[in-house]
């Protein structure tokens, strides 16, 4: 009679071990860019091994399955961002494009704003330039600030004061880090309004 109490504890016990150990399994696989490109149908873009792309593994089922877990104080607007760049990690680049399935740098920033609620008119890199102004200096490598690049001719979305998330043409939508390229060819920054209560509602 106990053990029959004790057997649903039990089983639920191993069932999560299980699952931490098949998550630290698939984390310390050694997959290829290439294995990964051809797995999402995106072989034909030119990836060389020590480029540092990041190619989602989500199907469009697990994509639309996903559901946001908002903590009670965190911020909403942040989240909703955070799951449309992921969403979109490792889509191809296609000038023009806003998506679902491909984007072209301002494209991509247009799409994960209307994801999160904030919508503007679509527009080039330079377009945005224009339309929106710039951020305080201690904000410039805030999550959510538009960064522009080689004479506002691209745009990406800053991570932080490491990286920021772009839709490459050789690489798709992927998280670059700030290194010496990338800052020799900042433009500047521009940070796109987001009401208050997008920004603090959970």
Same mark, same amino acid.
């Given at each position: 009679?106990?053990?029959?109490?004790?057997?649903?504890?039990?089983?639920?016990?191993?069932?999560?071990?299980?699952?931490?150990?098949?998550?630290?399994?698939?984390?310390?696989?050694?997959?290829?860019?290439?294995?990964?490109?051809?797995?999402?149908?995106?072989?034909?873009?030119?990836?060389?091994?020590?480029?540092?792309?990041?190619?989602?593994? /989500?199907?469009? @089922?697990?994509? #639309?399955?996903? %559901? !946001? =877990?908002?903590?009670?104080?965190?911020? $909403?607007?942040?989240?909703?961002?955070?799951?449309?760049?992921?969403?979109?990690?490792?889509?191809?680049?296609?000038?023009?494009?806003?998506?679902?399935?491909?984007?072209?740098?301002?494209?991509?920033?247009?799409?994960?704003?209307?994801?999160?609620?904030?919508?503007?008119?679509?527009?080039?890199?330079?377009?945005?330039?224009?339309?929106?102004?710039?951020? /305080?200096?201690? @904000?410039?490598? #805030?999550?959510? %600030? !538009? =960064?522009?690049?080689?004479?506002?001719? $691209?745009?990406?979305?800053?991570?932080?004061?490491?990286?920021?998330?772009?839709?490459?043409?050789?690489?798709?939508?992927?998280?670059?880090?700030?290194?010496?390229?990338?800052?020799?060819?900042?433009?500047?920054?521009?940070?796109?309004?987001?009401?208050?209560?997008?920004?603090?509602?959970?």
């Amino acid at each position: 009679m106990f053990s029959k109490r004790l057997f649903p504890y039990a089983l639920a016990a191993c069932l999560s071990l299980g699952m931490i150990a098949q998550t630290a399994l698939a984390q310390s696989a050694d997959i290829s860019l290439h294995q990964l490109a051809k797995a999402n149908a995106v072989s034909n873009l030119p990836i060389a091994d020590d480029d540092p792309v990041i190619i989602s593994l /989500a199907s469009a @089922e697990d994509i #639309k399955a996903v %559901t !946001l =877990v908002t903590a009670p104080s965190g911020n $909403h607007f942040q989240q909703l961002m955070t799951a449309a760049i992921d969403q979109r990690l490792g889509s191809p680049y296609v000038w023009g494009a806003t998506g679902p399935s491909a984007y072209d740098c301002s494209g991509f920033v247009w799409s994960i704003y209307q994801s999160a609620g904030i919508d503007f008119e679509r527009g080039s890199a330079r377009t945005l330039w224009s339309r929106f102004t710039a951020p /305080a200096p201690s @904000e410039q490598y #805030k999550f959510g %600030t !538009l =960064v522009f690049f080689s004479n506002l001719a $691209h745009v990406g979305v800053v991570a932080d004061e490491h990286g920021f998330y772009h839709a490459s043409r050789h690489h798709g939508v992927v998280y670059s880090p700030f290194n010496d390229y990338w800052l020799a060819r900042i433009d500047g920054f521009r940070q796109v309004p987001v009401p208050v209560k997008a920004a603090t509602t959970d």
